[in-house]
Every structure is written in structure tokens, then in C-alpha cells.
């Protein structure tokens, strides 16, 4: 898979005239660093005429403030798209590039097409539409914030739904990431369909 890594200094770069644009498709993922679960990517093109308030980095927001404004950003929104890679793709892959492939399909099912497609981070997927990665793009991009906040959400309702599905991991309090509850359910009951095999800590408990 092809991507690139062109990313500009931040002083360099006129935010006002990218956030003008009409037809602006703010992607973020969620979900590079948990052991088990999707990464989980959006494309949100924002309405100019319906301004949202309070987007920002969406682990910056309440899980509360979150729900609220991802149900404002699908109702205002002129368009909005989910994409996911799921487990077998990230350790066949690696999650760098589970994470472009999510992202190139929110942004492809996406029901208008872009001006231009701006992404959270250092690297964008292979995208046939102007684009440009942008470092801390969603404290800096409305339209990148968006996209955070609707995969957050997103993401986080499916792994508590796994919650259910594999009982004892605690799935709905950590969304999958690696911390001592995780860790201890590992040791004490193995890995799931829905861990990294690729990842360190969980490929140690494969028998």
C-alpha cells in the first residue's frame, strides 16, 4: 500500500483558507493502540451554514460531550462515512497501514465528493483527491474533529457490545487497550477472536 508522509510546518500552512473550502473532508482514526478490537476511521465533510460547536480532539472531550456532539455531527453534517480494519487486516498488515486502508474507505463512502481530504496525523491514504496530513489536525480542523469524535463513539459502542460477547476482559471500560485489567484477564483467560495476534502482549498468550 502506497502512502505518504508530506506533512508541512504548522506556520506554513493558512488553516483559515483550508477551513473555507465548501467541500472539506475532515479523517481521523481511533483505535492504533488497544490490543483488541477494529481501528476505526471517519470522513466528515462539515455544512458551513450549520456551525457546530465544541469540536476538538475528541480525548479531550466527555464521553458524554462526545455522544451529544457525534449525534449533532451526523444530523448537521453535509456528509459523514465510517471505514475499519478489522483485526485480521491490522496483524496482516501492520496497524500503520490498517489505519490508511480504514481511512481510504471512510473517505471513498463518502456520499459527496471532496475538494480536498485533510487527515490527522503524519501519513494519508491513497486517495485519488488533494489531501494533506496534518500534525495535531484535531485541535487545529473542525472538520478533523468531527471525524474524531463520530469514530470515538463509534469504536467505543462496539467494544462494549463486546463486553457481552467475552465477558470478563472488561471491554467496555478499556475499549480494548492495554491496562492491568486487560493485561490480568489475559494471563487468567487466554486471547479472543478480537485481539491482536501482532501485538506483543497478546501474542505471548497464543498457544
Do not use: C
Request: overall charge neutral; hydrophobic content about 40%; proline content about 5%.
Amino acid at each position: 500500500m502506497q502512502y505518504s508522509n508530506w506533512s508541512m510546518v504548522i506556520n506554513l500552512i493558512d488553516y483559515s483558507a483550508i477551513n473555507e473550502l465548501e467541500l472539506l473532508a475532515g479523517v481521523d482514526e481511533v483505535g492504533r493502540g488497544p490490543l483488541a478490537g477494529p481501528v476505526v476511521a471517519a470522513a466528515v465533510i462539515l455544512d458551513p451554514l450549520q456551525p457546530i460547536k465544541g469540536l476538538q480532539d475528541s480525548k479531550k472531550i466527555s464521553q458524554k460531550k462526545r455522544e451529544s456532539l457525534s449525534d449533532e455531527i451526523k444530523s448537521k453534517a453535509l456528509a459523514w462515512a465510517f471505514g475499519r480494519a478489522e483485526v485480521a487486516e491490522i496483524d496482516e498488515l501492520n496497524i500503520l497501514h490498517a489505519s490508511l486502508l480504514a481511512m481510504k474507505r471512510a473517505v471513498e463512502a463518502l456520499e459527496k465528493q471532496p475538494e480536498m481530504v485533510v487527515v490527522d496525523g503524519q501519513y494519508t491514504p491513497d486517495i485519488d483527491y488533494k489531501k494533506l496530513a496534518i500534525i495535531k489536525g484535531d485541535s487545529l480542523i473542525p472538520a478533523i474533529s468531527a471525524a474524531s469524535i463520530i469514530a470515538k463513539v463509534e469504536r467505543d459502542n462496539e467494544m462494549m457490545s463486546f463486553d457481552e460477547i467475552y465477558p470478563g476482559y472488561g471491554f467496555s471500560s478499556h475499549k480494548g487497550y492495554p491496562t492491568k485489567q486487560h493485561i490480568k484477564a489475559l494471563e487468567n483467560l487466554g486471547i479472543t477472536k478480537i485481539h491482536r495476534r501482532s501485538f506483543g502482549p497478546v501474542s505471548k498468550y497464543i498457544m
